[in-house]
Every structure is written in C-alpha cells, then in structure tokens.
C-alpha cells in the first residue's frame, strides 16, 4: 500500500493536521498495522517537499506548533493517477513455502509433516479471520475475504504439493 496516496486521498475531503491523518488512517486501514506517528511526518514532508500538499495554517499546540495540511492540484492528479493504475498481480513464484519444501526435501527432513503444520496454521488464521469477518462492518468483511480467498488458494497449493511430494523429491534429488 503507498501511504503517501493513501493520507493524499484522505486529505482530498479537506485539510487535516497529521494527528487527524493518522487517525483517519488506522480506523479505514490501519487495523492490522496501525500507522506510526514518525510516519506519518515524514511522509507529509516528502509530500510537502514535492508539492502534493501545502500547509494551510499553523497553530499553537501543547507542544510543537500543529501544522494543517491540504492536498494541492498536483496531489489530486498524483492521486487519481495512482487510483487509475491497476496493481501488478503478485503470482508469488518464489514463495518461501515452496522454498522450505524444497529445502526439507534437499536436507531429508519430513516435507510431509512441514505441510501439514502450514496447513494447520493456515486453517487457524482462516478461522480467525471468519471470526472477524463474522463481527466485522463490510469493510472489514471484504478485507477478510480478500485474505481467505488467498488462504484457500494456499491451502490448494498445500493439497497439491502433498500429492506431488514423492515426484518433487525424485527431481530435487538428482
């Protein structure tokens, strides 16, 4: 995820104070991996440095003075560049799974009781993202669709490895 379009889509509504940001962050996105004050800061100056924000006002704080900041044309260009791009699909050719698989087949350790230990966390975090989905609002919801969607799929690749162990391990072996 770039943050820097992501605070630049949120300051689209009108100018926030990185505090603000923040916190509009980590309650739309930041469930998981809340978002980092420093952060924060220093993606607005990057921001500010390449003029997709200005600073709108200055006021007195408790500590440091608040600076306000808001998304200028160039940030909402920059914004609906990046929204219109389409992501690059993330076919994981090199999983470090399929590494350890190999590598246990490589050094003779059991490659069967490796998958089946993944496959165990796997259906563990599948169920505790049902548990969220179950609980959650629907953004919640698409964001645990879109993580057990990927689950399955490795689960998938699981099922499929274990039945293609004894071929993998003939040609790893020569």
């Known amino acids: 995820m770039s943050i820097g379009h992501t605070l630049l889509g949120l300051l689209e509504s009108g100018p926030r104070h990185g505090y603000d940001l923040k916190r509009a962050f980590d309650e739309r996105f930041g469930q998981d991996r809340p978002l980092h004050y420093g952060q924060v800061y220093s993606t607005m100056s990057r921001l500010l440095r390449n003029g997709l924000v200005e600073i709108d006002a200055i006021e007195p704080g408790e500590g440091p003075e608040r600076k306000r900041y808001a998304i200028t044309e160039a940030g909402v260009t920059d914004v609906g560049r990046w929204l219109a791009t389409p992501e690059k699909p993330e076919p994981y050719l090199q999983s470090t799974l399929y590494t350890k698989v190999v590598l246990a087949l490589l050094t003779r350790r059991d490659a069967t009781a490796l998958l089946d230990v993944q496959r165990a966390e796997h259906l563990r975090m ?23 969607f990927h689950l399955e799929a490795d689960l998938r690749w699981l099922e499929l490895t274990a039945a293609r162990l004894d071929r993998l391990a003939r040609q790893v072996s020569t």
């Open 126 to 148: 599948m169920r505790e993202l049902t548990e969220r989905k179950r609980n959650g609002d629907l953004a919640d919801q698409l964001i645990c669709d879109h993580a057990l």
